[in-house]
C-alpha cells in the first residue's frame, strides 16, 4: 500500500459534462466540503457559460479542464484521467454531475473510502450504489434553489429495477471510486476492467458484478443520484442531451415516471453538508508540495536499493513508480541528483527480484513504458531492457496460460512498445 502522502490529492473526482453550467458550482462546492481534493472535468461540445462558472476553481487550482468534444466522449475521457493522473491521486471517484457522494457520517468521503479498501487488499475499486431522488413532485424548474435543497425524496434504499433476467437499474447500480493504478481501462459509466486479480466491492465488502451492487449497501456511502430534478428539467435538459457513451439516446420520457420515486424524504445530505462546512479546511497548494516532497525523499533514502534484501520489495513495483512520476512532475534534487534517478534505481531493482512482482505490477509497468520511453536517463533505458529480458518472457507464459483476449491485446502492446523502444 503507498504512502498516501506521495499523492498530491487523497481523491479526485473524474467527470465529464455538457452545458451542466447551472449545476457546476453547487456540485464543486458540495464536493470540496466532502474531502475531495481535485476535479477533473472534461468538457464536451457545451455552450452555456460554464467557462465563466469555473474560472475561480481553475485558478484556484481546484479543476483541471479538458476538452473532450465529438460523440461518445466518456470513455476516452475516463482513459485519458486514468493514463495521465493516476499518480497524482491515492484514489478517483468517476461520477457525474447528477450525482453527490454522501457519508453516512461525518467523515470525509476520502476518509470513509480509505477505511473500506483497506480491508481488501485486492479490491482495486469501491463501488458505491445508488440512492435515486424524484421529482418532489416538481412540474417547473426552480432555479432559484439548489438541487439539494429542491428534491428531498427517494426511492426506497433497496430499490430495483429488473427490466429482464440480465439487465437490473434502480439502487442496485453503482459508481467506481477507484486505485487509478490497478485500472485497465473503462468498460462503462459504473465500473472499469481492472489488472488481474483484482476487482471492486461494495460498502459492505461484498464483490460487485459489472455495474451492480446487490444487495444495496446503503449504510456506510451512497451516490445520492437526482436522476429526473423536475419535469422540466428531464424534459429540457436530460432528454435532449444523450448520453455520453451510447450511440442511441438511452433516456426516454417512461424512464421520467420510472425514476420518479418519492416514498422516502431524506434530507441527510444537507445535514451533511452543513456538518462539514463547520470544520472545513482544506491544504494549502505549498504545504501539499512540501508534504509530497517530504514523503518522497523519505521513500527513496530511506537505505540502498542495492543493499536491500529480497523481501523488501515484495509488492512495492507500484510505489517507486509512484515515486518516479512525482520526482519528474516536482523536479525534486536529491543531493544535486534528481530523485527520478533514484526511482528509477528502485524500480530497476525491483524488476529483478524473483518473485518480488505480480502479473499486476507487470500490466502497471507496461502502461508506465511509454513514460519511460522519453526520459532522459540512461538508467530508464536500462530498466526497460531489463524488462524485456526478464520479464516479458513471464507475460507471455501467463498469457499462454489465461488465454484471454486481454492478456493477449497487453502482450500485443508490449511488444510495440518495447520495439520502438529498440
Known sequence: MNDKNLFLYNLAVVAIFKNEGRYLRE?????????VEHFYLYNNDSTDDY???????????FVTLTDMPGKLPMYPAYDDAITR????CRHMAFIDLDEFLYPKSAQSVAEVVAELLAEYPQAAALGVNWQCFGSNGQDKADYNRGVLERFTRRAPSDWIVVKDKDNMTGNVTIKSIVNPRRVECWWSPHYASYFRDFYSVNANGAKTLYISGYPVAADKIVVNHYYTKSREEYE?????????????????MEDFNT???NEEFDDGILKYRAARADSFTFERAEERLHRVEAALIETLTQRSPF????????????TFLTCRA?????DVKIGGRSAEEYALAWIYRTLNQNGALTYADLQLFVDVLPDLMTRPFPLAKKTI???????????QDAARNFQTWKDYNNLRRLQRLLSAAG
Not at 456540485?27 to 474531502?35: E, F, I, N, P, Q
Not at 543493499?307 to 507500484?318: M, N, R, T, V, W
Not at 512525482?326 to 516536482?330: M, Q, R
Open 326 to 330: 512525482v520526482a519528474e512532475l516536482l
Open 236 to 252: 429540457t435538459k436530460k432528454l435532449p442531451k444523450g448520453s455520453a457513451c451510447f450511440v442511441d439516446n438511452p433516456y426516454l
Open 307 to 318: 543493499d536491500a534484501p529480497h523481501e523488501f520489495f515484495i509488492g512495492k513495483l507500484e
Open 385 to 395: 531492457q531489463a524488462f524485456a529480458a526478464k520479464l516479458l518472457p513471464v507475460m
Open 85 to 88: 493522473y493516476r499518480f497524482k
Open 27 to 35: 456540485w464543486l462546492d458540495y464536493h470540496l466540503l466532502a474531502g
Open 259 to 261: 425514476y420518479d420515486r
Open 51 to 61: 467557462r465563466e462558472v469555473l474560472a475561480p476553481y481553475v485558478e484556484g487550482g
